[in-house]
């Protein structure tokens, strides 16, 4: 299971910028198979990782692989979001540096049963940590046109949002969308064959985001992570899709602005300590052969800041 777990996306790069220290800690966010932790603690033999997933699957196999680790290592069943509680539990005030490797593992999507993927028949699940009750088929089937819309619009850029959500809305009134594939046709009913993978992939990734409210987890994270990375303390994040990446960038440049800047009354703006100076001007993305390697990396977009 671990080697093809999941193939660490922009390995190097993150090792080389997250500037790894001997006795630093470090927090993964998003552990997945484990390989970005592995790296981390290869990279220097007295540095700590505390690790995250909310997946099960993903923390049994990370378990195995990081074994020859565990005395540096920390692995806790969670969202990152609880980045704080945590590390109260663990009596650490600060940390080294930070990776967030956002959004699913090759493992999930491949995963038939757990739903992420219209190319398997399965039932409409989503959750990335199946002990939580709200799914994908409460989104399908609970929301209403408007609001199936909206998500569809703002978490999927589908320019069609409007069409498929009553498409959606009118499938319902016969029977409750259970399946991948059954939600599927009803979208591939409406939309020419042409458009329908990309479509597909939209509509996948709006419902997916909002299931596991992945927006507003990046956000809460972002905001507490300036709070417990220690000065010269590196945060590294990796996105795979524009909206992740636009609140990644945004925040950035928010941070390392010393103007609280408000665009409705430009001439109040005061001015502030800025809290990180940024490393990478311009996202960092994988070179051609990691891309051949491994096509999930081709839209992967990483940032790095650190903790002034
Ligand atoms: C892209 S994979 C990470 C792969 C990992 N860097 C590796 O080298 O194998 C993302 C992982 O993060 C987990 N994840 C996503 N959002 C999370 C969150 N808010 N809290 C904890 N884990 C999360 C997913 O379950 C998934 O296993």
Redesign the pocket.
Known sequence: MTST??N?VLLHECITHLNIRPNGIYV?????????TEAILKQNSSCKVLA????QD?IKSAQERLLPFASRIIIEQ????QLRQILDVHKISAINGLLL?????SF?LDHSQKGFSYRFDAPLKMQ?NDRESFSARDVVNEYDEEQLADIFFHLGEEKHSRRIARAITKSRTQQPIETTTQLARVIMNIIPERFAKKTLSRIFQAIRIQV?D?LN?LRQTLNDALEIIDYGGRLAVISYHSLEDRIVKDFYRNEASDKIYDPNYPELSQSKQPRLEIVTRKPIVSAENEVHENPRARSAKLRVAVRI
Do not use: C, I, W
């Open positions: 777990y999941h660490p993964d966010g998003t552990l997945g198979g484990g390989g970005h995250f997933d909310v997946d993903a969670a969202n990152f979001r490797d956002l959004g699913v593992s999930q990335m596991n992945e987890n």
